[in-house]
C-alpha cells in the first residue's frame, strides 16, 4: 500500500499532458476547486481587516524566519521542560528513522497517523513499511489515497481529483484488505462515505498505542503544536495513543502564542473557505493524566535552510499550506496536482519544491517554475502574501544560471539573439525587415510549431510601427 | 508634458495598428505624443524566461530612449508592468546603479493606456463612437500587476453606440503568459479555449483587451475555432469615431467587417 | 559507527542550527507591533447564530433551566460527565479513568466550556473542571456543552488572549465534518457528530 512515489516524474509539460487529456480529471477539478473559491471569497469578505490581516501574517513569520535560531532553541527548551523529547533531522531519512526508532521502542507494528505534508514530503509511510510498521493515514483524503495506492494531489484534500463515485469504489474494493470492510449498501452519497471512514477508522483509533502528527504551527515561547483539523482524526491521533510523535518542519515556527491569532484567522478562511475549522488542537508537552504521556518532537530542516538562505525564495517558508494558491490557478484546476510531481503542487509547488531540493540538477525540478502563466492570481488570495510570480521568475533566472557555460540550447541561443537584436534600434529593425515581418519573430524562436497546434498565428502587416512612423512622421503627412 | 509612446516590440512588428491608434486617440485629446525612436523591447520575454543577462541590452535601450520623458505610455499591461515592477531587477542584475536609478525614474512614469487617460489626463468619455457589442478581457497584468481596477471599463462604458457585455470568468487567465505559451502549449491552449468559449457564450462581435499579446493568443484560437469573434485592443475601440471606424483597414482578420 | 557516518562528529541539531544560523546571516526583520487589549464581552446573539452555521444545535436558557435542557437533549442517551460539572445528569457514568474502548460504548459526553468566541461561533475547551480530560469530549457520538454567555468573547484574537497555552486546548466549531468530497462539507466524521450547545443567561 506505499508503492506510489513520485520519484522519477516526468516533467512538467509531459506530465500536464497526460492529464489535460483525462476530461474526467478535470471535470473533478474544476467543480472542487469552483465550489471552494466561492466559499473562500464569502468568509474572506466577511473581515474588513483581511489586508491588515495577510500583511501582520507575512509580518510575523518574516520575523520569525529572520531569527529562527533564537526561535527554534526556545522552542527546544520550552518543549523539553514541558515533557517533551525533542530530536532533530537533518533530512528526510534522518526524521523518519527517529520515529521509527519511537516506533520499535514500543514493539508496535502499526501507527496511526494525522494528515502531515512534512510525514509524506519525508516518505515517513514508505520507511516504516521497511520496518515492517504500517501507518493508516486517518485523515479521509489521506485513506481514499492510502487505499487507492494513489498519490496526493492537493495539499488540503490529497484525493481531490477523486469524485464520490470513484471514492465509493475504492472504498468497496480495498477496505477490507486494510480492516473493517466497507459497509454492504454504501452509496456514493458524501456522508454514508465520511461515515464508512469512521467505521473503518475507530477500530485502528480504539487500538492504537503510537500516533504520529505534523503541526501547522510550533509556538516557540511556550513549547505549543497546533493541530488544525476537521474531521476529528487529528483528536483522535493526538489524545488516545500512549506514544505521540510529532514530525514539525523547523520554519513552522510561531514566536509567541500571542501571534498564533492572526494564523487561526487566516488559516481557515484560506484553506476550506470557513470561518473556522471544525477542531484544532494544541498542546505543550505532555499534560499529566490527560492525552499521551510520552509525547516527540522531530524537528525538520530537509531543504528548509536551502530555502532560507535564498533570499527572494525565502518568503515561501512563510507557507502555511492553506492551498488557496491551488484553489485559483488556472494551471492546476486544469492539470491537477500530479503534474506537479510533488507532494507540494500548484503555485506553492512550483516554487518550494525547487527552494527545497535545489535547481540544476533535476529536469523535472527545472520545469516548474515554468509551469505558470504568471498570472498572479495566487499572490492575490496568500494569506501569508508570498509573491508566487516573483520567485517564480527568480528561479527561472537560477535555473537558465545553472545551465549557463555549457553548450547553449536552442532557446538559449534564440535568447541571446533576441538580447542582441533588442540592444538598439537599429538592429531591431533590421530585424524586422530581414525576418519578413511578424510572425518571423515567433519562427526565429522557434515557437511556431508548439504556437500553431491549436492557433492561429496572427498575418503580418505590411508595414512595422516605426516604418510607417518615419514614412508618415508619426501620422502628420 | 511631454509624452512618449511604448509602442512595444509586438506591437511595433505585428500590431501597428494599436500604435497608430495611441497616436490618433492622443492626439485627437489634445496630446501631441512622440515616439522615440531608440525603443526596442522592455525586455519581459527574456526577464521572465530568465535570462536575465540577455534582457540588460533592451533594459538599456528602453532607458536611453525614454530618458527625459514626463511620461511614458503603453498600449500593454504586461510592458508597462515590467517597466515599473521588472527593470530594476534587471539594472541590479547589471550591477549599475545609473540604470537602477534611471529606470526607477522611468516606471514611476511609465504608464498603462487607461491609467494615462484616466489618471493623468482624468478623461473617461473620450469621444469614441463604436456601434457593435463587445466584451472585455482583464488581462493579468493590467490587473494585478498594475492593478488598474475597472478604468478600462470606464472607459468603454462611455463609448457611442458601444454594447459592453459582462464575459463570464473574466479575471482568469487566458492562458498566454509570454514563453509559457509554448513551453507549456498544451496548458496553454486548455485555458485558452475556455476563454475563448467564454467570449463565445456573451455572443459579442469583438473581443476587446489592453494587451496585444494576449488578444493575438485568444484570437489565434477564436479563429481556429471559426468563432466569428475579431479581436480589437482598447486603444482601437477608443480610437474609433463616428465615420472612421477601423473597420476600413485592409486586415479583416482583426478587425471586425 | 564510521567516524564519516551520520550523525557521528556532528549532530544533527548543531549542523540544523548551523545552517538555520548561516541562511539567516543576511535576514533581518521586525515583528508587527501589536496593541495589546483586553478580551471583550462578544455578542452572544452572533456568537448563537455563528454556532448553528455548522450545523451544531443551539439553544438559549436561563440558568436554572440548564438540567432540564441537559435532559432533553440527551433524550434517555447515557452520558460521560467530567468531575466539576457542576449539574445533575440522570444515570450518567463517571469518568474514572475509562478507556477509549469504554468511551466508545457511551453514547453522549456533557461538558462545560472556557470561551466561546462570537465571530466564529467557536468553543474553546481547556479540559479544566467540568471539561474533563481530552477524549472524553472526543470519542462519544453526542457532545452537549454549556457556555455561559459571560464567557462569550468577541474575535479570535480576545480568545487567544484570555487562554492558558500551557493547558491542553480543543477548539471546537459544530459537529466533525469533512470537505474531503469535492470540497464539500459534510458533517458527521471521527468527532461527536452532533453538537448540542447551551448558552445560559
Redesign the interface.
Same mark, same amino acid.
Given at each position: 500500500m506505499t508503492g506510489a512515489t513520485f520519484v522519477g516524474m516526468p516533467a512538467f509539460p509531459e506530465a500536464a499532458r497526460a492529464a489535460l487529456a483525462d476530461s474526467q480529471l478535470r471535470h473533478n477539478l474544476a467543480h472542487a476547486t469552483g465550489t471552494i473559491r466561492g466559499k473562500r471569497a464569502r468568509v474572506v469578505g466577511e473581515l474588513d481587516d483581511w489586508e491588515e490581516l495577510r500583511t501582520r501574517a507575512a509580518g510575523v513569520k518574516d520575523a520569525a524566519l529572520a531569527d529562527l535560531e533564537t526561535h527554534l532553541l526556545t522552542l527546544e527548551e520550552r518543549l523539553t521542560a514541558a515533557g517533551a523529547t525533542v530530536h532533530w533531522a537533518r533530512d528526510a531519512a534522518e526524521a523518519s528513522a527517529v520515529v521509527a526508532q519511537v516506533a520499535r521502542a514500543h514493539e508496535v507494528d502499526e501507527v496511526v497517523k494525522v494528515k502531515s505534508m512534512a510525514t509524506v514530503e519525508i516518505g515517513l509511510n514508505e520507511a516504516l513499511a521497511a520496518e515492517g510498521i504500517a501507518a493508516w493515514e486517518t485523515d479521509l483524503a489521506e485513506l481514499i489515497v492510502q487505499l487507492g495506492d494513489d498519490l496526493p494531489s492537493h495539499i488540503l484534500v490529497p484525493a481531490i481529483h477523486r469524485n464520490r463515485a470513484e471514492i465509493r469504489q475504492i472504498f468497496v474494493d480495498k477496505m477490507a484488505a486494510a480492516g473493517r470492510p466497507a459497509p454492504d449498501d454504501l452509496t456514493e452519497v458524501p456522508s454514508e462515505l465520511a461515515n464508512a471512514a469512521r467505521l473503518h477508522l475507530r477500530e485502528k483509533f480504539l487500538r492504537a498505542k503510537v500516533g504520529v502528527s505534523g503541526a501547522n504551527f510550533a509556538v516557540a515561547e511556550t513549547g505549543t503544536l497546533v493541530v488544525v483539523e476537521s474531521e476529528g482524526n487529528g483528536r483522535m491521533c493526538l489524545t488516545l495513543p500512549e506514544v505521540l510523535v510529532s514530525v514539525v518542519g523547523i520554519e513552522k515556527v510561531v514566536p509567541t502564542w500571542a501571534e498564533l491569532d492572526t494564523f487561526l484567522q487566516v488559516l481557515p478562511r484560506s484553506s476550506t473557505g470557513e470561518r473556522m475549522n471544525p477542531y484544532t488542537s494544541t498542546w505543550s508537552g505532555v499534560t499529566p493524566g490527560d492525552g499521551p504521556q510520552e509525547v516527540h518532537v522531530v524537528l525538520v530542516d530537509n531543504g528548509r535552510t536551502r530555502a532560507l538562505a535564498d533570499e527572494v525564495g525565502r518568503q515561501a517558508l512563510r507557507c502555511i499550506r492553506c492551498s488557496a494558491c491551488l484553489n485559483v490557478c488556472p494551471v492546476y484546476e486544469r492539470t491537477g496536482g500530479h503534474a506537479y510531481g510533488s507532494v507540494y503542487p500548484g503555485p506553492i509547488g512550483a516554487i518550494l519544491n525547487p527552494l527545497l531540493k535545489g535547481v540544476g540538477v533535476d529536469e523535472q525540478v527545472d520545469s516548474l517554475p515554468y509551469a505558470s502563466s504568471l498570472c498572479g492570481a495566487c499572490y492575490e488570495v496568500c494569506p501569508v502574501k508570498i509573491d508566487i510570480p516573483s520567485v517564480l521568475v527568480d528561479l527561472r533566472a537560477q535555473v537558465v544560471d545553472a545551465h549557463r557555460g555549457g553548450r547553449p540550447s536552442v532557446e538559449a541561443a534564440a535568447m541571446k539573439g533576441a538580447g542582441q537584436t533588442f540592444a538598439s534600434s537599429r538592429r531591431l529593425g533590421l530585424a524586422q525587415r530581414l525576418t519578413g515581418l511578424g510572425t518571423g519573430l515567433a519562427r526565429r524562436l522557434g515557437l511556431a510549431p508548439a504556437w500553431s497546434s491549436a492557433r492561429d498565428l496572427p498575418t503580418a502587416p505590411p508595414e512595422s510601427f516605426r516604418a510607417w512612423w518615419r514614412r508618415t512622421d508619426g501620422g502628420r503627412s | 508634458m511631454r509624452v512618449a509612446l511604448m509602442v512595444t516590440c509586438l506591437g511595433d512588428t505585428l500590431f501597428p495598428e494599436v500604435g497608430k491608434a495611441v497616436v490618433r486617440l492622443l492626439s485627437r485629446l489634445g496630446v501631441e505624443v512622440d515616439f522615440p525612436e531608440g525603443q526596442t523591447c522592455c525586455g519581459q520575454p527574456m526577464v521572465n524566461s530568465g535570462y536575465l543577462d540577455e534582457a540588460v541590452p533592451a533594459v538599456r535601450a528602453f532607458a536611453a530612449a525614454f530618458e527625459g520623458y514626463d511620461a511614458v505610455v503603453a498600449p500593454s499591461g504586461s510592458c508597462a508592468g515590467c517597466a515599473r515592477h521588472q527593470h530594476g531587477l534587471v539594472a541590479r542584475r547589471a550591477d549599475d546603479p545609473a540604470l537602477a536609478e534611471a529606470v526607477a525614474t522611468l516606471g514611476s512614469r511609465t504608464y498603462e493606456l487607461s491609467e494615462f487617460l484616466v489618471d493623468v489626463l482624468g478623461v473617461t468619455d473620450v469621444g469614441a463612437s463604436f456601434p457593435h457589442s463587445v466584451t472585455y478581457h482583464p488581462t493579468c497584468h493590467s490587473l494585478r500587476m498594475l492593478g488598474v481596477g475597472d478604468r478600462p471599463l470606464s472607459l468603454l462604458r462611455e463609448v457611442r453606440g458601444i454594447d459592453l457585455r459582462e464575459l463570464p470568468g473574466e479575471a482568469e487567465c487566458c492562458g498566454f503568459g509570454g514563453t509559457f505559451a509554448v513551453k507549456n502549449a498544451d496548458t496553454s491552449v486548455a485555458m485558452g479555449a475556455d476563454k475563448a468559449r467564454h467570449v463565445r457564450e456573451t455572443g459579442a462581435e469583438v473581443l476587446v483587451a489592453g494587451d496585444s499579446s494576449c488578444l493575438m493568443h485568444i484570437g489565434g484560437l477564436l479563429r481556429r475555432q471559426r468563432g466569428g469573434v475579431r479581436t480589437m485592443h482598447l486603444a482601437e475601440v477608443l480610437a474609433a469615431t463616428e465615420g472612421a471606424s477601423p473597420g476600413a483597414s485592409p486586415e479583416p482578420d482583426r478587425l471586425p467587417a | 559507527m564510521a567516524a564519516y557516518g #551520520?550523525?557521528s562528529l556532528v *549532530? @544533527?541539531?548543531d549542523?540544523?542550527?548551523r /545552517?538555520? #544560523?548561516?541562511?539567516?546571516a *543576511? @535576514?533581518?526583520?521586525?515583528?508587527?507591533a /501589536?496593541e495589546s487589549r483586553e478580551p471583550r464581552p462578544g455578542d452572544v446573539d452572533r456568537f448563537a447564530e455563528?454556532v448553528a452555521?455548522?450545523k451544531a444545535v443551539v439553544e438559549r436558557c436561563g440558568p436554572d433551566e440548564v438540567e432540564a435542557r441537559i435532559a432533553a437533549a440527551l433524550d434517555g442517551a447515557v452520558a460521560v460527565v467530567p468531575d466539576g460539572l457542576g449539574y445533575a445528569v440522570p444515570g450518567s457514568v463517571p469518568d474514572d479513568g475509562l478507556s477509549?474502548?469504554d468511551l466508545?460504548g457511551i453514547d453522549a459526553v456533557v461538558t462545560l466550556a472556557r470561551v466561546g468566541?462570537a465571530?466564529?461561533?467557536?468553543i474553546v475547551l481547556d479540559?479544566g473542571p467540568g471539561q474533563g480530560?481530552?477524549?472524553l469530549s472526543?470519542?462519544p457520538d453526542l457532545h452537549v456543552c454549556v457556555v455561559r454567555a459571560d464567557q462569550v468573547v468577541a474575535d479570535?484574537?480576545d480568545?487567544?488572549?484570555s487562554l492558558d497555552?500551557?493547558?491542553?486546548?480543543?477548539?471546537?466549531?459544530?459537529?466533525?465534518?469533512?470537505?474531503?468530497?469535492?470540497?464539500?462539507?459534510?458533517?458527521?466524521?471521527?468527532?461527536?457528530r452532533t453538537l448540542h450547545v447551551l448558552v445560559v443567561g
Amino acid at each position: 500500500m506505499t508503492g506510489a512515489t513520485f520519484v522519477g516524474m516526468p516533467a512538467f509539460p509531459e506530465a500536464a499532458r497526460a492529464a489535460l487529456a483525462d476530461s474526467q480529471l478535470r471535470h473533478n477539478l474544476a467543480h472542487a476547486t469552483g465550489t471552494i473559491r466561492g466559499k473562500r471569497a464569502r468568509v474572506v469578505g466577511e473581515l474588513d481587516d483581511w489586508e491588515e490581516l495577510r500583511t501582520r501574517a507575512a509580518g510575523v513569520k518574516d520575523a520569525a524566519l529572520a531569527d529562527l535560531e533564537t526561535h527554534l532553541l526556545t522552542l527546544e527548551e520550552r518543549l523539553t521542560a514541558a515533557g517533551a523529547t525533542v530530536h532533530w533531522a537533518r533530512d528526510a531519512a534522518e526524521a523518519s528513522a527517529v520515529v521509527a526508532q519511537v516506533a520499535r521502542a514500543h514493539e508496535v507494528d502499526e501507527v496511526v497517523k494525522v494528515k502531515s505534508m512534512a510525514t509524506v514530503e519525508i516518505g515517513l509511510n514508505e520507511a516504516l513499511a521497511a520496518e515492517g510498521i504500517a501507518a493508516w493515514e486517518t485523515d479521509l483524503a489521506e485513506l481514499i489515497v492510502q487505499l487507492g495506492d494513489d498519490l496526493p494531489s492537493h495539499i488540503l484534500v490529497p484525493a481531490i481529483h477523486r469524485n464520490r463515485a470513484e471514492i465509493r469504489q475504492i472504498f468497496v474494493d480495498k477496505m477490507a484488505a486494510a480492516g473493517r470492510p466497507a459497509p454492504d449498501d454504501l452509496t456514493e452519497v458524501p456522508s454514508e462515505l465520511a461515515n464508512a471512514a469512521r467505521l473503518h477508522l475507530r477500530e485502528k483509533f480504539l487500538r492504537a498505542k503510537v500516533g504520529v502528527s505534523g503541526a501547522n504551527f510550533a509556538v516557540a515561547e511556550t513549547g505549543t503544536l497546533v493541530v488544525v483539523e476537521s474531521e476529528g482524526n487529528g483528536r483522535m491521533c493526538l489524545t488516545l495513543p500512549e506514544v505521540l510523535v510529532s514530525v514539525v518542519g523547523i520554519e513552522k515556527v510561531v514566536p509567541t502564542w500571542a501571534e498564533l491569532d492572526t494564523f487561526l484567522q487566516v488559516l481557515p478562511r484560506s484553506s476550506t473557505g470557513e470561518r473556522m475549522n471544525p477542531y484544532t488542537s494544541t498542546w505543550s508537552g505532555v499534560t499529566p493524566g490527560d492525552g499521551p504521556q510520552e509525547v516527540h518532537v522531530v524537528l525538520v530542516d530537509n531543504g528548509r535552510t536551502r530555502a532560507l538562505a535564498d533570499e527572494v525564495g525565502r518568503q515561501a517558508l512563510r507557507c502555511i499550506r492553506c492551498s488557496a494558491c491551488l484553489n485559483v490557478c488556472p494551471v492546476y484546476e486544469r492539470t491537477g496536482g500530479h503534474a506537479y510531481g510533488s507532494v507540494y503542487p500548484g503555485p506553492i509547488g512550483a516554487i518550494l519544491n525547487p527552494l527545497l531540493k535545489g535547481v540544476g540538477v533535476d529536469e523535472q525540478v527545472d520545469s516548474l517554475p515554468y509551469a505558470s502563466s504568471l498570472c498572479g492570481a495566487c499572490y492575490e488570495v496568500c494569506p501569508v502574501k508570498i509573491d508566487i510570480p516573483s520567485v517564480l521568475v527568480d528561479l527561472r533566472a537560477q535555473v537558465v544560471d545553472a545551465h549557463r557555460g555549457g553548450r547553449p540550447s536552442v532557446e538559449a541561443a534564440a535568447m541571446k539573439g533576441a538580447g542582441q537584436t533588442f540592444a538598439s534600434s537599429r538592429r531591431l529593425g533590421l530585424a524586422q525587415r530581414l525576418t519578413g515581418l511578424g510572425t518571423g519573430l515567433a519562427r526565429r524562436l522557434g515557437l511556431a510549431p508548439a504556437w500553431s497546434s491549436a492557433r492561429d498565428l496572427p498575418t503580418a502587416p505590411p508595414e512595422s510601427f516605426r516604418a510607417w512612423w518615419r514614412r508618415t512622421d508619426g501620422g502628420r503627412s | 508634458m511631454r509624452v512618449a509612446l511604448m509602442v512595444t516590440c509586438l506591437g511595433d512588428t505585428l500590431f501597428p495598428e494599436v500604435g497608430k491608434a495611441v497616436v490618433r486617440l492622443l492626439s485627437r485629446l489634445g496630446v501631441e505624443v512622440d515616439f522615440p525612436e531608440g525603443q526596442t523591447c522592455c525586455g519581459q520575454p527574456m526577464v521572465n524566461s530568465g535570462y536575465l543577462d540577455e534582457a540588460v541590452p533592451a533594459v538599456r535601450a528602453f532607458a536611453a530612449a525614454f530618458e527625459g520623458y514626463d511620461a511614458v505610455v503603453a498600449p500593454s499591461g504586461s510592458c508597462a508592468g515590467c517597466a515599473r515592477h521588472q527593470h530594476g531587477l534587471v539594472a541590479r542584475r547589471a550591477d549599475d546603479p545609473a540604470l537602477a536609478e534611471a529606470v526607477a525614474t522611468l516606471g514611476s512614469r511609465t504608464y498603462e493606456l487607461s491609467e494615462f487617460l484616466v489618471d493623468v489626463l482624468g478623461v473617461t468619455d473620450v469621444g469614441a463612437s463604436f456601434p457593435h457589442s463587445v466584451t472585455y478581457h482583464p488581462t493579468c497584468h493590467s490587473l494585478r500587476m498594475l492593478g488598474v481596477g475597472d478604468r478600462p471599463l470606464s472607459l468603454l462604458r462611455e463609448v457611442r453606440g458601444i454594447d459592453l457585455r459582462e464575459l463570464p470568468g473574466e479575471a482568469e487567465c487566458c492562458g498566454f503568459g509570454g514563453t509559457f505559451a509554448v513551453k507549456n502549449a498544451d496548458t496553454s491552449v486548455a485555458m485558452g479555449a475556455d476563454k475563448a468559449r467564454h467570449v463565445r457564450e456573451t455572443g459579442a462581435e469583438v473581443l476587446v483587451a489592453g494587451d496585444s499579446s494576449c488578444l493575438m493568443h485568444i484570437g489565434g484560437l477564436l479563429r481556429r475555432q471559426r468563432g466569428g469573434v475579431r479581436t480589437m485592443h482598447l486603444a482601437e475601440v477608443l480610437a474609433a469615431t463616428e465615420g472612421a471606424s477601423p473597420g476600413a483597414s485592409p486586415e479583416p482578420d482583426r478587425l471586425p467587417a | 559507527m564510521a567516524a564519516y557516518g #551520520r550523525g557521528s562528529l556532528v *549532530s @544533527a541539531r548543531d549542523e540544523v542550527l548551523r /545552517r538555520v #544560523r548561516e541562511a539567516t546571516a *543576511s @535576514a533581518t526583520a521586525t515583528p508587527p507591533a /501589536r496593541e495589546s487589549r483586553e478580551p471583550r464581552p462578544g455578542d452572544v446573539d452572533r456568537f448563537a447564530e455563528r454556532v448553528a452555521d455548522y450545523k451544531a444545535v443551539v439553544e438559549r436558557c436561563g440558568p436554572d433551566e440548564v438540567e432540564a435542557r441537559i435532559a432533553a437533549a440527551l433524550d434517555g442517551a447515557v452520558a460521560v460527565v467530567p468531575d466539576g460539572l457542576g449539574y445533575a445528569v440522570p444515570g450518567s457514568v463517571p469518568d474514572d479513568g475509562l478507556s477509549a474502548t469504554d468511551l466508545d460504548g457511551i453514547d453522549a459526553v456533557v461538558t462545560l466550556a472556557r470561551v466561546g468566541v462570537a465571530e466564529t461561533g467557536t468553543i474553546v475547551l481547556d479540559h479544566g473542571p467540568g471539561q474533563g480530560r481530552r477524549a472524553l469530549s472526543l470519542v462519544p457520538d453526542l457532545h452537549v456543552c454549556v457556555v455561559r454567555a459571560d464567557q462569550v468573547v468577541a474575535d479570535v484574537p480576545d480568545a487567544v488572549a484570555s487562554l492558558d497555552p500551557a493547558r491542553p486546548l480543543t477548539w471546537i466549531s459544530g459537529p466533525s465534518a469533512t470537505s474531503d468530497i469535492e470540497l464539500d462539507r459534510v458533517e458527521g466524521v471521527h468527532g461527536p457528530r452532533t453538537l448540542h450547545v447551551l448558552v445560559v443567561g
